[in-house]
């Protein structure tokens, strides 16, 4: 009897230990947030929506036990060519699609490198991070000002645009009192929960990720896997990139998505997936971007340095990771 209830207890932690954490760090947070309101708990879920986004994609590169650092770079750059076809076109439908795909063809490139050339992931998203980024910068810098909304280093929307408002809106509005853009990032989840859970597609991803020289001997084509993976994870980044201008109305090729890279991984771990692959689910990564936004708020509330401040997350990080490989092993020796 023991025994069996050990054996629940693992499967219990194993499969839904990112709510546990959530709801440690959550409670960590109402006790020094000093007033929690339900519209800062809605501020959180606007504020977790594209990390959310771009960790939905992330989250299914590492269940194939891949990794992407172009991520945050991406967003860079397609973020702020998405505000010139805007500036442009004056269409918020065009600026979507072509975020969509541009942000695809991004993903494209990690996908062949990674599963056509079979290069190094780690290897192949590190060139392309520092690819991505800087031509942003340079294309910034050298086109028409008019077409970046006359900023000298950033690209603008501009705002005499007759859609500006109605965009500007989308990614700051509210339908009752739930954010919009956390309402993408909840059917954006449920879209990938459904894929991964319910699909050919997401059981060869699991596969993949578990075994993959198994995978292969089952007739699983791992490199055309792994391309339409980074291609998912690509258009969701574009997906990221079109909400990013719809709630800041511009996009700064030296700083925005600066370190996304990381806070999509940290979204990642926090939700429960494994970075070796073949594990987890990714219902986790929704909790896992509002818990690493959490964290954030926690140490403002508390007035910490912010000299220290990505030491307290990667320190936190590391202790997460501990609980959940140590989780399972300490009820089943102690209890």
């Not at 709801?23 to 959180?44: D, E, K, P, Q, R």
Request: proline share 1%.
């Amino acid at each position: 009897m023991k025994t069996k209830g050990r054996s629940v207890w693992s499967r219990i932690w194993s499969q839904y230990s990112y709510i546990f954490v959530f709801l440690v760090i959550f409670l960590v947070f109402a006790l020094t947030s000093h007033g929690l309101t339900w519209n800062g708990i809605m501020n959180i879920f606007r504020h977790s929506a594209v990390v959310g986004v771009i960790g939905l994609g992330m989250g299914l590169i590492c269940l194939t036990g891949e990794i992407d650092l172009s991520v945050g770079s991406m967003l860079a750059m397609v973020s702020g060519f998405s505000v010139v076809i805007f500036n442009i076109t004056d269409n918020i439908v065009l600026t979507l699609l072509f975020a969509l795909a541009f942000g695809a063809v991004c993903g494209l490139v990690n996908g062949v490198l990674v599963g056509g050339v079979e290069m190094p992931a780690f290897i192949v998203t590190l060139a392309t991070m520092l690819i991505y980024r800087s031509v942003s910068q340079y294309v910034c810098q050298h086109i028409p000002k008019e077409l970046c909304g006359g900023g000298s280093s950033v690209y603008r929307m501009a705002s005499d645009h007759e859609n500006y408002q109605a965009l500007y809106q989308f990614g700051n509005g509210k339908i009752l009192t739930l954010p919009i853009v956390g309402i993408i990032l909840l059917l954006m989840t449920a879209l990938l929960v459904y894929i991964s859970t319910s699909t050919k597609f997401g059981k060869k991803v699991y596969a993949i990720g578990s075994n993959q020289k198994g995978a292969v001997m089952s007739g699983i084509n791992v490199s055309l896997m792994k391309m339409i993976v980074f291609v998912i994870a690509g258009v969701l980044v574009g997906l990221g990139s079109f909400l990013w201008i719809a709630m800041n109305a511009s996009s700064d090729p030296a700083t925005t998505g600066r370190s996304y890279e990381m806070y999509a991984i940290a979204a990642v771990v926090l939700g429960g997936i494994s970075m070796s692959g073949g594990k987890g689910h990714c219902l986790g990564i929704l909790f896992g971007a509002m818990s690493y936004t959490i964290i954030d708020k926690i140490i403002v509330a508390l007035k910490m340095d912010s000299l220290i401040n990505d030491a307290i997350k990667g320190t936190i990080l590391i202790v997460v990771i501990l609980i959940q490989l140590a989780g399972p092993k300490i009820k089943e020796k102690f209890l």
